[in-house]
């Protein structure tokens, strides 16, 4: 092989650095000789070896042979253009091998001229770039995924915050319907009762859809918005207790002690206490009552809501406040909730400045702590 390169080249015998150039790009680079035509004289054996084609399958054809028909027709034009008016191209080619493979090359071809200065053959010189090629394929369809499912999640959300806007408004002209009922002199028992349900009902529905908002809004790493304002903390949960019972009945026990009056988030101290009865509810003994205990000191009020059940082992106490995750019993249970209540609960208190931790012991059963500062800027 090196003899006929260097015989292509006109190489004088007496060229000893010429011989060593020439040997060090036989041995580094994909090396082809073709005449005016384009006609192959001579490859190396490194262009047989990524061809998968011998030297006598090569010589005296042209390069379509392995032509993977990738590049377009004004591609070879201008490629063509270009060397057959003395100058050098430089660019990637994707051939096709013997056995049907791609693979690809970044490319050189340099005219060689005759004395007339008419290009007479040309000397292409190639790398192999397949893996290159393969890495950048991959990171741009990774890039169109992530771009894919980012999409896919604004539309997401875009269409759960014009849900919400939209049960929104007829949700607020039953509710004020209802309380209009309400108002009437000389209701019967039955419509009163009725009434009260109803706005109760509503207003447990619109909880419901600014949980949906909050989800959106920890799934995208927005803090929950908090504002904070003179309130009875053991009042709210006292409140929130109330609509619990009409929904699940009398399984909760409530305790308050200390000091409870101060600033807080109200929405936020009802959807912390909504959530961890409503989880104790769904995981807990259907045969034991539900904990609920509040004190507050100088600095800062304690809610803990505590049930018997399963226990959570260690592994799930670590991953419970995760966003969409359920615990082993959760998933096995017959409650298909989402795995976000939990993660709302951690994201309010933080969100409050406040911490949130879960505790499950054969003494204690799964009890779950929320301590909130006592004064808390508004956000």
């Not at 591609?75 to 690809?104: H, L, M, P, V």
């Not at 919400?164 to 607020?172: F, G, I, N, Q, W």
């Not at 699940?248 to 009865?277: H, M, P, S």
């Not at 018997?308 to 959760?330: T, V, W």
């Amino acid at each position: 092989m090196t003899q006929n390169l260097l015989a292509e080249a006109d190489l004088a015998p007496s060229d000893k650095r010429g011989r060593d150039l020439i040997k060090v790009l036989d041995a580094s680079s994909i090396v082809a000789f073709t005449d005016a035509a384009g006609i192959i004289t001579d490859v190396n054996d490194r262009f047989c070896e990524i061809s998968k084609y011998s030297r006598s399958e090569l010589l005296g054809k042209n390069h379509r042979m392995i032509n993977s028909g990738i590049h377009s027709s004004e591609f070879w034009n201008t490629f063509w253009k270009s060397i057959s008016t003395g100058k050098i191209w430089k660019g990637e080619i994707r051939n096709r091998a013997k056995d049907g493979s791609f693979y690809w090359l970044f490319t050189t071809v340099v005219p060689l001229q005759d004395k007339f200065g008419n290009p007479h053959q040309y000397v292409s010189i190639r790398h192999d770039i397949t893996e290159f090629k393969k890495l950048e394929l991959e990171n741009y369809q990774s890039k169109f995924e992530i771009e894919r499912l980012k999409l896919g999640q604004e539309s997401g959300e875009k269409f759960v915050s014009m849900l919400a806007h939209d049960l929104r408004t007829p949700l607020t002209a039953a509710k004020l319907s209802a309380e209009i009922i309400l108002r009437q002199p000389e209701l019967s028992t039955r419509i009163s009762t009725l009434a009260s349900s109803t706005v109760r009902g509503i207003e447990r529905t619109e909880n419901m859809i600014c949980h949906l908002l909050d989800a959106n809004k920890i799934r995208a790493g927005e803090i929950l918005p908090t504002e904070t304002i003179d309130c009875d903390f053991g009042k709210e949960i006292r409140i929130t207790l109330e609509v619990l019972r009409v929904i699940y009945g009398e399984r909760f026990t409530y305790n308050a002690k200390g000091k409870l009056t101060g600033r807080w988030d109200q929405l936020g101290v009802r959807r912390i206490t909504e959530n961890l009865c409503s989880n104790a509810i769904k995981y807990g003994s259907p045969k034991k009552p539900i904990s609920v205990e509040v004190s507050g000191d100088d600095h800062q009020v304690t809610l803990s809501v505590c049930n018997d059940g399963k226990l959570l082992s260690a592994e799930e106490q670590k991953n419970i406040f995760r966003y969409m995750h359920r615990s082993s019993s959760a998933s096995a249970g017959s409650s298909r909730g989402w795995g976000i209540g939990l993660a709302k609960v951690r994201e309010v208190a933080e969100s409050n400045g406040g911490t949130v931790q879960v505790e499950s012991t054969q003494l204690t059963g799964t009890k779950f702590t929320v301590r909130l500062p006592r004064h808390v800027e508004n956000g």
